[in-house]
């Protein structure tokens, strides 16, 4: 089967967990015998890809995907240059994520004059327009895949208008969608008035290069922490990006009520985003500044090393799709304290839970489980079995399912 | 008699670099980054201030201090700073010596590293001031008689402590909520002290300089010596001298050389002792002369923002937290010198207390994009606030803490 994939960013070139679970998603189908072609905003070299085909929708770099911000709908309406036609050398000021979804629809019709894949299948907002133009315009079967829609990434708040308009509009022609979690299957449901039987929920698993790769914890780039552990300190970590959809704050109270009972506790937030500056003064004015520890944008090791040395990873998200880095902390023994509002949740049943709101529980839990050896362990144990139940290639299995009969449908 | 008295202040603080939780237990420098770009890096920048001001004023005051007896200015230069001069420019300390030769040039003391120590450890702000009047008996063969506290603060308790510690006077600003109908022209005596004169920064006459310069939205601007010294003498009918307390930097650094600013200091000097009765008086030749009255400040003045207080450095939650923990772990940090281990925790404490660290994590003016940020190493002042939290670790981590 020919499958025209169209993303918006692949690792190393990712911000987040969505070039992660495309990746996957990719190399899975592929180990099946799929044929795919999956178009990026960028020029990169992507070497280690080789189980299909990267191109390369403008001769950006990346960077500009970050700077044009993948989550961050927000800065779409950021300044539109009439004439910046995004050619070989522009700063990256002057590109809008709207110049860059023009372009890339530009490509993909193209693209479609000369080839013809059995299905398109869209990851996500960023690339619904050029989705819709392959289904309007050259009658090809659409998939839509939802990693997140806009009122997850507005953390409560409405969200952008156009973004939304793009969303529903792409929900509303595709032939099937793909949610990544059964939370995420009821806000389209009840967002966008999508019929229930039209929404597949296809959960994420762990990236298999994680699993593949040979991991020692590193001592030396957290000597400290390490330190701090052999003195009695239950190190609790967060990984993310800073965004109000997060929860942070949140959790940042929680963590105050807890260390007013238990001062042995480290608060380790990883991560980066707009939000930064506002925790390290919430923690300074909570008073907790000296147990909260911001370490920056991690990744690869130094983000392994964060789950390898915490014992409670906390997901604090008011709204969680899915929520990869939940099994990736667990994959490391961490245990494990998510919202209910996060996606993973219902795949790891091993776990504290709680509303996101709810700072007095999230406090609980966390003296819960810092007190008692015997809870550690236990849950630890029974996460181990879990993290695992759903494989790539299960994953590829439940999509393939759908591609046939969609294609069928399409062709009879 | 018609006397200015110029006072001007150098200093550089060690600007700690982005410290991250990474390099706790691995490296305990920090304060010297391996980046000669980076925004932190403290010899760019000295290099950087020494080109456009400190050479050029260096230059500007001893072709002054050549051509006019009349000609004196007094002078207070941090134990930082002089630090950092003597690794990067050591020429500008043996300039500042040569200067100091003539007798026309006085050393004020302060506090060796420039911090508000007096606001949080008595002991330590003494032992500061102790380690700069050494310091510049040691370089300058002199012993300072006229203290200035950091940014100027001064309150009642801090013109007693000083007293005790064998000064003859203070600086402090000129505010008008303590001065009320009186004038900065005169020299005071400091409530609550036996003989400690006050000298007052007349702040129109010396911001007019300092921060009005250039600025062409200001109905004065261009400022001639001309009318300045209009200014000046309507200044002197009600007074003796008129005290300008300028931070060295403004020439050349705050009002750039393209501004006129060392062509109007120039002019200004020889057009003032031109005149009968003009002089140019060092600090302690102006406390010499007897006080018109006492002066109390019973609360804290500053020579900072419009504010004229210490919220620019004790303001906020992140500078409060970071000072509390820092200043908390002196203790422990004591008893480790004096068992000779780790010989540089003293030191690194040390430098963490200057003031300029806690100025970075001030959030008042910060989006105002003003000179809180023109004056910042940092990104923001929570990176500030978190680079230096990391570093109270490391220095917790150095004690076995």
Known sequence: MKILMLGWELPPHNSGGLGVACLNLSRALAKDGAEIDFVVPYTAEHEEINFMHVLSASKLDPLFRFGAGAYDSDKIEDLIIPDAKIPNAISSDQVSIRQIQKTYCDFVENYLMEFKPDLVHAHDWLTFEAGVLAKKNFGIPLIAHVHATEFDRAGGENGNPLVHEIEREGLLLADKIFAVSNATKHIIHEKYNIPLDKIDVVYNSLDEDFLKQAYSLDERSYKYLESMKKRGYTLISTVGRFTVQKGLTHFLHAAARALRKNNKLLFLFAGDGEEKDELVNLAAELGIAKNVIFTGFVRGKQLRDVYELSDIFVMSSISEPFGLTALEAAHHGDVLILTKQSGVAEVLKNSFRYDFWDDDKLANEILAIADSKALQETLKSNIKAEYRKISWADVAKTCEKVYNEIVKKAKG | ?401
Request: aromatic share 16%; hydrophobic share 40%.
């Open chain 2, 1 to 401: 008699m018609r006397g200015i008295c110029l006072y001007l202040h150098i200093h550089q603080p060690w600007r700690f670099r982005a410290y991250s939780i990474f390099d706790v237990g691995n490296s305990d420098n920090y304060f010297l980054d391996g980046n000669y770009h980076s925004k932190q890096n403290n010899e760019r920048i000295f290099r950087k201030v020494a080109e456009k001001s400190y050479l050029p004023t260096f230059t500007l005051l001893e072709k002054n201090l050549k051509r006019h007896e009349g000609f004196k200015f007094s002078l207070s230069v941090t134990g930082v700073w002089l630090e950092q001069a003597e690794l990067w420019m050591p020429e500008l300390i043996e300039r500042l010596k040569k200067m100091v030769k003539t007798g026309r040039v006085e050393l004020v003391a302060e506090t060796y590293y420039h911090s508000m120590s007096f606001f949080y450890d008595r002991e330590e702000f003494e032992e500061q001031v102790r380690k700069q009047i050494t310091t510049f008996e040691r370089i300058f063969n002199v012993t300072p008689k006229v203290f200035r506290n950091t940014e100027l603060a001064y309150n009642d308790e801090v013109g007693a402590t000083v007293e005790k510690l064998g000064f003859n006077a203070c600086l402090a600003e000129g505010w008008d909520k303590v001065l009320g109908w009186r004038s900065p022209n005169f020299v005071y005596q400091a409530a609550g002290t036996k003989n400690l004169k006050l000298l007052l920064k007349n702040y129109r006459l010396s911001d007019d300089i300092a921060f009005r310069f250039s600025n062409k939205e200001w109905k004065d601007w261009p400022l001639t010596v001309e009318k300045y010294e209009t200014w000046l003498g309507g200044a002197c009918l009600d007074g003796n001298v008129i005290n300008l307390f300028i931070d060295f930097e403004t020439f050349g650094e705050h009002q750039w050389a393209e501004t006129g600013i060392f062509e109007f200091m120039d002019r200004l000097i020889e057009s003032w002792l031109a005149k009968f009765d003009n002089k140019f008086l060092t600090v302690s030749e102006e406390a010499a002369s007897p006080p018109v009255g006492e002066l109390s400040y019973p609360w804290t003045v500053t020579w900072a923002d419009t504010e004229r207080d210490l919220s620019a450095w004790m303001g906020n939650k992140l500078q409060d937290e970071a000072m509390r923990e820092l200043y908390a772990l002196k203790k422990e940090i004591l008893k480790a010198a004096s068992v000779g281990k780790d010989k540089n925790l003293l030191e690194d404490f040390r430098r963490l207390t200057t003031s300029d660290h806690a100025y970075y994590m001030c959030t008042k003016y910060w989006n105002d994009g003003d000179v809180h940020a023109y004056f910042s190493a940092y990104d923001s002042p929570y990176d500030a606030f978190m680079y230096f939290q990391n570093i109270l670790r490391s220095l917790q981590y150095r004690l076995g803490l």
